[in-house]
């Protein structure tokens, strides 16, 4: 613990369906008001499914009609949550050479990808490169220092919050504009994780689609958007007077070896991720007051994260979320979107609630959080994500005051 930069975080950006701005977003997590929706998936309507899409999101007042042209959707909401989380930051105040910028993207341009084939602009392919958010928020923002970009799946936007703090308590940079950023909503891809079996594609309520933890769980829901945090180093963001939401404490990272779609059952991986972010905290397992579960609806994913946090936890119930339930699963975005929902919660100091959960599937030996917010003390909050592929990854988050 010692010789290393404390990392704080200083600015939220958001835009999701469930909404355009942290506290728009917390709102809907705390009333448990579902953003998903039918959502026709081509212009047919020959692909309608459930899912929880970015309505009425317009980045005129962010980025210029040539440059919304020149960047593929899943980029222009990169910009904007990214921008807003700048200025919530009160602005990026350091040298160039210290910035830098880390972005998580599971699909990087895939709405770019599918109009293009076959007919090609000359954008085409700055349009689909997966680093291109990294790239427009860098150039935006005048960030010279390291530009990063990570594609672990579903883990993509945890591993980039996780990295960009390794940045800053390595000395590599003082401030990192970090988060995640998909726009998978296209036919090929709804159409494929439907026909895998891993995706909801009708119920009789599409706002309670997705159920995590729950009996009459049927997969996940395709959303889209992007969520940003601006970490900086704590002692420059006491010296300058920011506003601190919370501290960035632990960051763990593991693979399960086992499938590439499948978690591996027994939890293991996944437990192991969460040792690893609470022993690099310098916390235990005992010290935890709340965890925010990748928790999609999919039976494989919450089995195997239900078990890995009975095992890490012992008798001791901590209170679990899972956001899932009203923002739906943005894939490369959704660790990210997490992250500022844990920020959330340590500074309001509660647990928000789990939409639409009925009855918690037995196998599930979970005290997971229902009805009304629930009340947490100061202390480590845990945020999973594990993935396709593999890949866990967790960051801890804990009050600027400890």
Not at 258 to 275: F, I, S, Y
């Amino acid at each position: 613990m010692t010789g290393r930069h404390a990392v704080a975080v200083t600015g939220l950006g958001v835009r999701s369906g469930a909404g355009a701005t942290p506290a728009e977003l917390w709102e809907s997590l705390v009333e448990r008001r579902s953003a998903i929706s039918l959502h026709a998936f081509d212009d047919e309507g020959t692909v309608v499914y459930p899912a929880c899409p970015v309505a009425g999101f317009d980045p005129s007042g962010y980025l210029t009609a040539k440059e919304v042209r020149r960047a593929d959707r899943s980029v222009q909401l990169a910009v904007c949550a990214a921008a807003d989380a700048v200025e919530d930051a009160g602005g990026l105040r350091v040298a160039p050479g210290r910035r830098a910028v880390v972005t998580g993207t599971g699909y990087g341009g895939v709405i770019g990808q599918e109009n293009g084939i076959g007919h090609p602009d000359v954008l085409y392919a700055p349009r689909l490169m997966h680093n291109a958010g990294a790239y427009w928020i860098s150039a935006r923002h005048g960030i010279t220092g390291p530009s990063l970009t990570v594609s672990t799946a579903c883990a993509s936007g945890t591993h980039a919050v996780g990295e960009a703090m390794q940045l800053i308590r390595a000395g590599s940079a003082d401030v990192v504009v970090a988060g995640g950023h998909d726009s998978p909503l296209t036919p090929t891809t709804a159409l494929a994780f439907g026909r895998a079996g891993a995706m909801v594609t009708e119920c009789e309520d599409p706002a309670a689609a997705s159920r995590p933890f729950d009996v009459k769980r049927r997969g996940f829901v395709l959303a889209e958007g992007a969520a940003f945090l601006v970490l900086e180093r704590l002692d420059l963001a006491r010296a300058r007077g920011a506003r601190i939401h919370a501290t960035l404490t632990g960051y763990g990272r593991t693979s399960d070896a086992h499938h590439l779609t499948a978690p591996h059952p027994d939890g293991a991986g996944a437990r192991a991720c969460m040792e690893l972010a609470l022993a690099d905290a310098g916390t235990t397992a005992d010290a935890v007051t709340h965890i925010n579960a990748h928790g999609t609806g999919t039976e494989l994913n919450d089995l195997a994260e239900a078990r890995a946090i009975s095992d890490l936890f012992g008798p001791r119930r901590v209170p679990v979320t899972a956001p899932k339930a009203v923002t739906g699963h943005g894939l490369g975005l959704a660790g990210a979107l997490e992250a500022v929902i844990t920020v959330l919660s340590v500074r309001e100091g509660l647990a928000p609630p789990v939409a639409h959960l009925t009855r918690l599937d037995p196998r599930c030996e979970l005290d997971v959080v229902t009805g009304e917010p629930r009340k947490i003390p100061d202390g480590p909050v845990i945020s999973n994500s594990f993935a396709f592929g593999g890949h866990n990854a967790c960051v801890v988050f804990d009050s600027p005051h400890l």
